[in-house]
Protein backbone atom coordinates (compact mmCIF):
# COMPACT_ATOMS: atom_id res chain seq x y z
CA UNK A 1 0.00 0.00 0.00
CA UNK A 2 3.10 2.37 0.64
CA UNK A 3 3.63 2.47 -2.79
CA UNK A 4 0.77 4.05 -3.60
CA UNK A 5 0.96 6.85 -0.90
CA UNK A 6 4.94 7.20 -2.27
CA UNK A 7 3.16 8.46 -5.68
CA UNK A 8 0.91 10.67 -4.20
CA UNK A 9 3.35 12.23 -1.64
CA UNK A 10 4.43 14.84 -4.36
CA UNK A 11 0.66 16.27 -4.96
CA UNK A 12 -0.90 18.91 -2.83
CA UNK A 13 -3.42 16.59 -1.28
CA UNK A 14 -4.04 15.16 1.62
CA UNK A 15 -4.18 10.88 1.30
CA UNK A 16 -4.90 8.75 3.86
CA UNK A 17 -6.00 4.73 3.64
CA UNK A 18 -7.84 2.89 5.94
CA UNK A 19 -8.96 -1.04 6.43
CA UNK A 20 -12.44 -1.49 7.92
CA UNK A 21 -11.84 -3.85 11.16
CA UNK A 22 -14.23 -4.25 14.34
CA UNK A 23 -16.74 -1.71 13.13
CA UNK A 24 -13.64 1.06 12.91
CA UNK A 25 -11.46 2.54 10.33
CA UNK A 26 -7.88 1.67 11.20
CA UNK A 27 -4.99 3.63 10.11
CA UNK A 28 -2.84 1.43 6.82
CA UNK A 29 -1.25 4.53 5.93
CA UNK A 30 -1.39 8.57 4.48
CA UNK A 31 0.78 10.74 2.77
CA UNK A 32 3.33 13.69 3.96
CA UNK A 33 0.35 16.53 3.01
CA UNK A 34 -1.74 14.72 5.54
CA UNK A 35 0.74 14.35 8.06
CA UNK A 36 1.62 17.95 7.79
CA UNK A 37 -2.27 19.11 7.80
CA UNK A 38 -3.17 16.82 10.95
CA UNK A 39 0.43 17.58 12.46
CA UNK A 40 1.06 13.73 13.61
CA UNK A 41 3.32 11.49 11.98
CA UNK A 42 2.80 8.02 10.73
CA UNK A 43 3.88 6.62 14.04
CA UNK A 44 1.36 8.47 15.80
CA UNK A 45 -1.86 7.26 13.96
CA UNK A 46 -0.54 3.74 11.97
CA UNK A 47 -2.88 0.97 13.08
CA UNK A 48 -4.71 3.06 15.53
CA UNK A 49 -8.59 3.85 14.88
CA UNK A 50 -9.77 6.14 13.43
CA UNK A 51 -12.44 6.75 16.35
CA UNK A 52 -9.29 7.27 18.78
CA UNK A 53 -7.72 9.93 16.65
CA UNK A 54 -10.93 11.58 15.39
CA UNK A 55 -13.11 11.59 17.64
CA UNK A 56 -15.82 13.38 16.49
CA UNK A 57 -15.62 11.63 13.05
CA UNK A 58 -18.77 10.38 13.12
CA UNK A 59 -20.88 13.80 13.56
CA UNK A 60 -19.06 15.14 11.14
CA UNK A 61 -20.24 12.61 8.58
CA UNK A 62 -17.27 11.05 7.13
CA UNK A 63 -17.50 7.90 8.96
CA UNK A 64 -20.91 6.87 7.87
CA UNK A 65 -19.53 7.56 4.17
CA UNK A 66 -16.72 5.77 4.76
CA UNK A 67 -18.99 2.70 6.01
CA UNK A 68 -20.92 3.24 2.59
CA UNK A 69 -17.71 3.49 0.06
CA UNK A 70 -16.55 -0.16 2.05
CA UNK A 71 -19.97 -1.62 1.64
CA UNK A 72 -20.98 -0.06 -1.82
CA UNK A 73 -17.96 0.60 -3.55
CA UNK A 74 -18.76 3.27 -5.21
CA UNK A 75 -17.15 6.64 -4.82
CA UNK A 76 -18.91 9.51 -2.37
CA UNK A 77 -17.80 13.09 -1.63
CA UNK A 78 -18.51 14.79 1.51
CA UNK A 79 -18.75 18.17 0.65
CA UNK A 80 -17.11 21.16 2.34
CA UNK A 81 -17.77 20.83 6.37
CA UNK A 82 -16.30 21.74 9.63
CA UNK A 83 -14.77 19.24 11.75
CA UNK A 84 -13.61 20.19 15.38
CA UNK A 85 -12.25 18.24 18.40
CA UNK A 86 -9.95 19.26 20.98
CA UNK A 87 -7.05 18.63 18.97
CA UNK A 88 -8.01 19.83 15.53
CA UNK A 89 -10.38 22.33 13.20
CA UNK A 90 -10.72 22.94 9.82
CA UNK A 91 -13.46 23.27 6.84
CA UNK A 92 -12.39 20.19 4.78
CA UNK A 93 -13.86 18.91 1.53
CA UNK A 94 -13.05 14.58 1.33
CA UNK A 95 -13.64 12.05 -1.36
CA UNK A 96 -13.66 8.36 -0.31
CA UNK A 97 -12.90 5.33 -2.72
CA UNK A 98 -12.75 2.00 -2.10
CA UNK A 99 -9.71 0.03 -2.84
CA UNK A 100 -9.29 -3.06 -4.98
CA UNK A 101 -8.26 -4.88 -1.80
CA UNK A 102 -11.30 -3.57 0.04
CA UNK A 103 -9.38 -0.27 1.89
CA UNK A 104 -10.54 2.84 2.17
CA UNK A 105 -8.59 5.76 0.23
CA UNK A 106 -9.49 9.38 1.34
CA UNK A 107 -8.33 12.25 -0.72
CA UNK A 108 -9.45 14.93 1.12
CA UNK A 109 -8.42 19.16 1.14
CA UNK A 110 -7.62 21.39 3.94
CA UNK A 111 -10.23 24.19 2.91
CA UNK A 112 -9.30 26.90 5.74
CA UNK A 113 -7.57 29.15 3.66
CA UNK A 114 -9.89 29.57 1.07
CA UNK A 115 -12.71 30.09 3.92
CA UNK A 116 -10.84 32.56 5.33
CA UNK A 117 -10.03 34.37 1.97
CA UNK A 118 -13.92 34.00 1.23
CA UNK A 119 -15.10 35.51 4.64
CA UNK A 120 -12.14 38.22 4.09
CA UNK A 121 -13.78 39.23 0.74
CA UNK A 122 -17.02 39.04 2.11
CA UNK A 123 -15.67 41.58 5.37
CA UNK A 124 -14.38 44.03 2.52
CA UNK A 125 -17.32 44.31 0.17
CA UNK A 126 -19.63 44.58 3.48
CA UNK A 127 -17.13 47.55 4.55
CA UNK A 128 -17.00 49.32 1.55
CA UNK A 129 -20.59 49.03 1.55
CA UNK A 130 -20.97 50.63 5.16
CA UNK A 131 -18.35 53.68 3.93
CA UNK A 132 -20.01 54.70 0.75
Known amino acids: ?????????????????YRYVNNDFIFIDLNKMAEKTEKLTKSDIIGKPLTKIFPKVKEFGLFELLVKVHDTGVEEELDISFYEDERVNSWRHNTVNRLENGDILVAYTDMRRQKDVKQNISESKEYQTCTT
Open 1 to 17: MSSIVSLLNKLPINIVI
